[in-house]
């Protein structure tokens, strides 16, 4: 009776034993089988998302990509009603001019200076007008579709085509542009090597026009916001007059309906012409600069990260610098003396400097073909 009392404890004892030496091996096989399936998917994340290339530049850009793809959508859609905002502002202060400030102009100023304001206001307008138009209606220059033997020094990652020197891909065109600078809204159209000209100087020209309309109408708006004063102040005078006092015992308005919209009419041109040319002054003084660099506004940002990407002791070099006058005199299209009036201070379509694919130094220098950094 011991005997099988013994050899039944002695059983349960192995039993246990190799009970709890299973759960042991089951509980390491479940922690393996969890760790292979971690480092499974880690390999699967860092196929899907990782690159070499990867830095905190592209996890910057890859955050803000929806408001990106918004700002995209909305410049695009919005866009004709920029120009017809341009237009319809642009119209409005030449109304003011025309029948507010021009007939007192011939009534009170001597001939020399009815003679300098008519001949410049129109010169002016007229130079506004057309470069506004061929910088909204010129096409910016695109690279060819087709395969051809143009030097191209990267493949764009959208189109999928070969890029030119200086091309950049605009994501509100949705292609290509030849020596892009920026996609302007208020033209609702690029800004590249065939209307640059055209674009800069229409800012030039409507700066030059808002300061002269703000420097010529000061006065006038001094006296304007002075009358609007006295206008305030005669209505809250007027709302005191006691119920008792009868109409004639009020006294008459002091400015008529149409002296009121003539003060008002100037204020609204002095405001907003002191706003543009402040606004717009400050952006046509930046491009001044890079012209007189020979960048535009995407290269001003690739070069100065190259300055900074390159080893000390090693000068960086922009090969589209020919120097500041040569640079101007190539984007202006300036081959002569004559071309400094003919050119630039009248209306010219002629076409710019080169074809926009591949790029020489300037005509007055050693031809030689230039490719991007």
């Given at each position: 009776?011991?005997g099988?009392?013994?050899?039944?404890?002695?059983?349960?004892?192995?039993f246990?034993?190799?009970?709890?030496?299973?759960?042991?091996?089951?509980?390491?096989?479940?922690?393996?089988?969890?760790?292979?399936?971690?480092?499974?998917?880690k390999?699967?994340?860092?196929?899907?998302?990782?690159?070499?290339?990867?830095?905190?530049?592209?996890?910057?850009?890859?955050?803000?990509?929806?408001?990106?793809?918004?700002?995209?959508?909305?410049?695009?859609?919005?866009?004709?009603?920029?120009?017809?905002?341009?237009i319809?502002?642009?119209?409005?202060?030449?109304?003011?001019?025309?029948?507010?400030?021009?007939?007192?102009?011939?009534?009170?100023?001597?001939?020399?200076w009815?003679?300098?304001?008519?001949?410049?206001?129109?010169?002016?307008?007229?130079?506004?007008?057309?470069?506004?138009?061929?910088?909204?209606?010129?096409?910016?220059?695109?690279?060819?579709?087709?395969?051809?033997?143009?030097?191209?020094v990267?493949?764009?990652?959208?189109?999928?085509?070969?890029?030119?020197?200086?091309?950049?891909?605009?994501s509100?065109?949705?292609?290509?542009?030849?020596?892009?600078?920026?996609?302007?809204?208020?033209?609702?159209?690029?800004?590249?090597?065939?209307?640059?000209?055209?674009?800069?100087?229409?800012?030039?020209?409507?700066?030059?026009?808002?300061?002269?309309?703000?420097?010529?109408?000061?006065?006038?708006?001094?006296d304007?916001?002075?009358?609007?004063?006295?206008?305030?102040?005669?209505?809250?005078?007027?709302?005191?007059?006691?119920?008792?006092?009868?109409?004639?015992?009020?006294?008459?308005p002091?400015?008529t309906?149409?002296?009121?919209?003539?003060?008002?009419?100037?204020?609204?041109?002095?405001?907003?012409?002191?706003?543009?040319?402040?606004?717009?002054?400050?952006?046509?003084?930046?491009?001044?600069?890079?012209?007189?660099?020979g960048?535009?506004?995407?290269?001003?940002?690739?070069?100065?990260?190259?300055?900074h990407?390159?080893?000390?002791?090693?000068?960086?070099?922009?090969?589209?610098?020919?120097?500041?006058?040569?640079?101007?005199?190539?984007?202006?299209?300036?081959?002569?003396?004559?071309?400094?009036?003919?050119?630039?201070?009248l209306?010219?379509?002629?076409?710019?400097?080169?074809?926009?694919?591949?790029w020489?130094?300037?005509?007055?220098?050693?031809?030689?073909?230039l490719l991007?950094?």
């Amino acid at each position: 009776m011991q005997g099988r009392t013994r050899l039944f404890a002695c059983a349960m004892r192995l039993f246990l034993r190799c009970f709890r030496l299973g759960r042991r091996h089951g509980r390491s096989k479940l922690l393996k089988r969890a760790g292979e399936l971690w480092s499974y998917g880690k390999l699967c994340a860092k196929s899907l998302f990782y690159n070499s290339l990867t830095n905190s530049d592209v996890i910057i850009d890859s955050l803000f990509e929806p408001i990106y793809w918004l700002v995209d959508h909305v410049t695009r859609w919005f866009g004709v009603a920029f120009v017809c905002l341009v237009i319809v502002l642009t119209s409005s202060i030449v109304l003011i001019v025309y029948i507010c400030l021009l007939p007192l102009i011939l009534d009170t100023y001597s001939p020399a200076w009815i003679i300098w304001h008519v001949c410049y206001g129109h010169w002016n307008l007229l130079m506004i007008v057309f470069h506004y138009y061929k910088a909204a209606r010129t096409s910016p220059g695109y690279p060819p579709q087709m395969k051809t033997d143009t030097p191209s020094v990267s493949i764009c990652k959208k189109c999928i085509a070969p890029k030119p020197p200086r091309t950049h891909h605009c994501s509100i065109c949705n292609r290509c542009i030849l020596k892009m600078d920026h996609h302007c809204p208020w033209l609702n159209n690029c800004v590249g090597h065939f209307n640059h000209r055209y674009f800069f100087s229409f800012c030039l020209f409507m700066t030059m026009g808002c300061l002269y309309c703000s420097i010529s109408s000061r006065d006038m708006f001094i006296d304007a916001y002075n009358a609007v004063e006295q206008m305030k102040s005669a209505d809250r005078l007027r709302l005191r007059v006691t119920v008792s006092e009868t109409y004639y015992q009020t006294p008459p308005p002091p400015f008529t309906f149409k002296e009121r919209v003539f003060h008002k009419c100037i204020i609204y041109l002095w405001v907003l012409c002191s706003s543009v040319a402040l606004a717009l002054g400050g952006l046509t003084l930046w491009h001044a600069i890079l012209i007189s660099r020979g960048e535009t506004s995407i290269e001003r940002h690739i070069n100065h990260k190259e300055k900074h990407r390159l080893q000390k002791g090693k000068v960086f070099q922009n090969i589209f610098h020919y120097g500041r006058m040569n640079n101007w005199k190539v984007f202006f299209g300036v081959e002569t003396k004559s071309h400094w009036l003919t050119r630039v201070l009248l209306p010219s379509a002629h076409p710019p400097y080169g074809d926009g694919l591949t790029w020489t130094h300037s005509p007055t220098a050693t031809r030689r073909t230039l490719l991007a950094v």
